[in-house]
């Protein structure tokens, strides 16, 4: 049994808008075990980058985490100071950001940004080790060592973000977190991407966190995963049971809706309608509005929702489960 | 025999890229470099490939928003039922054209003018084209609304495109185009900008209307699953060329082309027990098909299947 690294217990967040509260992440709870890719999958604004975002409380400003507790490693991450956490930003928990390739600074090389994370960490390492250490993981990511001398603006898209998870791997994190890394690049790049993050988590026994909207990259990329809707985590599992055997009214019809190039060609589901707003005071279940088959009761908004276990390790949001 | 909404032969675009000290070191980026298909009526065409391929230089071409460089446009001329080429056209005649041929573009945020409101917007064709009297004109505006979906129009009409969501306005942008009942549209990654809950609603939209309305399609995407439901056949381009053309199901279940093998291989499957098969790149049946064909630009394997035979070994990895 592997030990558990990361532990996210009841996170509730929120942002400060002139409008009223946006409750973006409410009531998440998951457990990410040494070694083990966990996929966090749900339409956009649905709270899945403001969980990323927690992690390493690197929200923005309006954004206040109100209960709950973030756990590395037994270690408590809310309550700790700005201080504190930069010692754990990228040591224990770094991120490769949707986009990030064009994060890079364009006025610096590639390398001595790197190297600029690495000092920060690990003041006492010579430049000669810093620059041996980049070479290392170069190889890893399938860069060539001359792009340590580049400017970002040398690179393709493909190349930048290999050397964005390079950076990130950089301080030797434990856990890596993967938001969107692939929504920016080409199909053909986008699977030499995704070949190169498995790769690097075997290699490095690295525990991932993929965020992606798009399911088809959640199935091959993660073990585990969860499906959020509108703040909340209604389906979380072994990632092939919940694609055998969706029990969540939204992830049969995610599931529905996802073209596929082998199979049957069949006629996809749509989703009508939008997802709800998150000011204010939010009662009863979310999905309902859109839910093709909701039960009276779910409807009047009696339900409350919460994560039971339907089956062993297989969690469902307790109002659909009872709807069915 | 089938008539064809559009024939194009050896279409080629070129551009001058211009380098070096004072621009001396002139240089030509072949963008579309010899392509031929044609489209049925009522038919959808994919048009596959990575970024930078020319998928979207030769849908402009073909709109003509950009002048091409070489090759033949034939459109379907509704009224006398014959084939038009594009370059015959006097002014007159071009505006008849550009009736019933429109395009999609991939982000509705941009492009939809954010001053005007969305009565004003689908009614800017019907104007520039003067079609019916100022009521017929509001009329056409409402049943359009309605068909895409924007119910009830009167409460969409007023609006700004701020106000809607990504799809409201993909919505918007098909009203417009199909407010002028064209032929032909040329959809370049309509849905790819949209979230994957709101895409199939769009894309479903879009084949109902090919259906009532007898439109055609060509359907650019990177992504051949959704080239796959949407589309009759699929052409995939790989550096300005098409290497190789069939009917969706044949190619996807028989591909021929080194390039088309490796596309499919990378697309993510969305079933966790599938795995893919590796790409490995093998010329075998290339070249065999080159070696029987030496004169050909494309060959029919059989069945409408053609495979282009120019040599990719060198730009191929």
Known sequence: MSKTVLKVENLNMHYETIAGNVSAVRDVSFELKEGESFGLVGESGCGKTSVAMSLLQLQADNAKISSGSIKLNDEELVTKTEKELRKIRWKGISIVFQGAMNAWNPVVKIGEQIREAIREHYPNNSKEENSEKIKKLFDIVGLEHSIMNRFPHELSGGMKQRAVIALALSCDPKVLIADEPTTALDVVIQDQILKEISKVQELLGLSLIYISHDIAVIAEMTSNMAVMYAGSIVEMGKTSEIFSNPRHAYTKLLLESTPSIVGEKKKLRSLDGEPPSLIGDIKGCTFSPRCPEPSDSCKNQSLEMGLIEAAPDHFVDQCCVECV | ?317
């Open chain 2, 1 to 317: 025999m089938k008539k064809n909404v559009i024939e194009v032969k050896n279409l080629e675009k070129y551009f001058e890229v211009n380098s070096g000290f004072l621009n001396r070191n002139k240089s030509i980026v072949k963008a579309v470099d010899n392509i031929s298909f044609d489209i049925p009526l009522g038919e959808s065409l994919g048009l596959v490939g990575q970024s930078g391929c020319g998928k979207t230089t030769t849908a402009r071409s073909l709109c003509l928003l950009d002048q091409k460089t070489n090759g033949e446009v034939k459109f379907y001329n509704t009224e006398t039922q014959e084939m038009d080429d594009i370059d015959n056209f006097d002014d007159a005649n071009l505006k008849k054209f550009r009736r019933n041929i429109q395009m999609i573009f991939q982000d509705p945020y941009e492009s939809l003018n954010p001053r005007w409101t969305i009565k004003d917007i689908i009614l800017e064709p019907l104007n520039i084209h003067n079609i019916g009297t100022l009521n017929d004109r509001e009329e056409a505006v409402k049943e359009i609304l309605t068909t895409v979906g924007l119910t009830p129009p009167e409460n969409y009409m007023p609006r700004y495109p701020h106000e809607l969501s990504g799809g409201q306005r993909q919505r918007v942008s098909i009203a417009r185009t199909l407010v002028m009942k064209p032929k032909f549209v040329v959809c370049d990654e309509p849905t790819s900008m949209l979230d994957v809950s709101i895409r199939i609603s769009i894309m479903d939209l879009m084949l109902n209307l090919a259906k009532d309305l007898e439109v055609s399609y060509l359907y650019i995407t990177h992504d051949l699953a959704v080239a796959r439901y949407m589309c009759n056949r699929i052409a995939v381009m790989f550096n300005g060329k098409i290497v190789e053309i069939a009917e969706t199901e044949e190619l996807l279940k028989n591909p021929i082309h080194p390039y088309t093998k490796r596309l499919i291989s990378s697309i993510p499957v969305p079933d966790p027990q599938y795995q893919r098969q590796e790409y490995e790149l093998n010329y075998d049946e290339l070249d065999e098909i080159i070696k029987n064909n030496p004169d050909d630009d494309m060959v029919d394997i059989g069945g409408n299947h053609y495979i282009a035979t120019h040599d990719v070994k060198d730009s191929l990895y």
